[in-house]
């Protein structure tokens, strides 16, 4: 597998100049930060240099990703959350991540997605409003690349779902990543992962284009 990871530029070596020129300014630094990206982590991984690479590169790539809107909102009250998990009181705080999304599920890199992070919160006093630490990050063969957060919240119990929108740069590398959500409160913390493949898409031009497949 690690021989089939490629970088997926938004150009071609045959158009390689016909490219750059309708490049803007944003889309050429995102180009130069993957390659940037691939030499550093071709020197931080000595044991298997064409991995690191391709892990520099990604982490170049996605060092361009703009973020964007947070949303959030609660999707179960206090009560039907402690319902759901026969929740004590004498547990005391229990955070537990249900799910890790992106949404959409098809995404081409330049337009907008979101990375989703559902999520219980109980405490004995359900009132109480406690500190949460929410973090997102993309991981490729296990390595983090793209780091978003901690985002601090203040939350009571209850059910959560939040997004955070993401627009991934068109020069991301084809390969398998996954998305990692973790949620900490109170003392405890609770992670989850769901995995996707980004795809190259070839036009008249070349490799013009990724599209980002949830696995």
């Not at 071609?12 to 889309?27: N, T, V």
């Not at 973090?135 to 690349?145: A, F, M, Y």
């Not at 203040?154 to 939040?162: D, K």
């Amino acid at each position: 597998m690690k021989k089939t990871i490629a970088v997926v530029l938004c150009i071609s070596i045959a158009g390689l100049f016909w490219s750059c020129a309708e490049m803007d300014s944003a889309q050429t630094g995102a180009l130069i930060g993957a390659a940037a990206g691939g030499v550093l982590g071709g020197k931080l991984s000595k044991d298997d240099p064409e991995l690191g690479a391709a892990i520099g590169a990604a982490a170049g790539a996605l060092a361009g990703a703009v973020i964007g809107k947070y949303l959030d909102r609660k999707l179960k009250s206090a009560q039907d959350t402690e319902k759901t998990y026969q929740y004590n009181p004498s547990q005391g705080t229990m955070v537990q991540v249900e799910d890790v999304r992106m949404e959409p599920s098809v995404i081409r890199p330049g337009q907008k997605a979101k990375l989703v992070i559902n999520y219980a919160l109980l405490n004995s006093d359900p009132n109480k409003v406690l500190p949460v630490m929410e973090t997102r990050q993309i991981l490729s063969d296990g390595k983090s690349v793209k780091k978003i957060g901690p985002m601090s919240k203040s939350r009571n119990a209850g059910t959560y779902v939040t997004e955070q929108e993401v627009t991934f740069p068109q020069n991301i590398p084809s390969a398998m990543y996954m998305l990692s959500g973790t949620v900490e409160a109170g003392g405890r913390t609770s992670s989850k992962q769901a995995g996707f493949r980004v795809s190259a898409v070839q036009g008249d031009q070349g490799v013009v284009y990724a599209l980002v497949k949830v696995r």
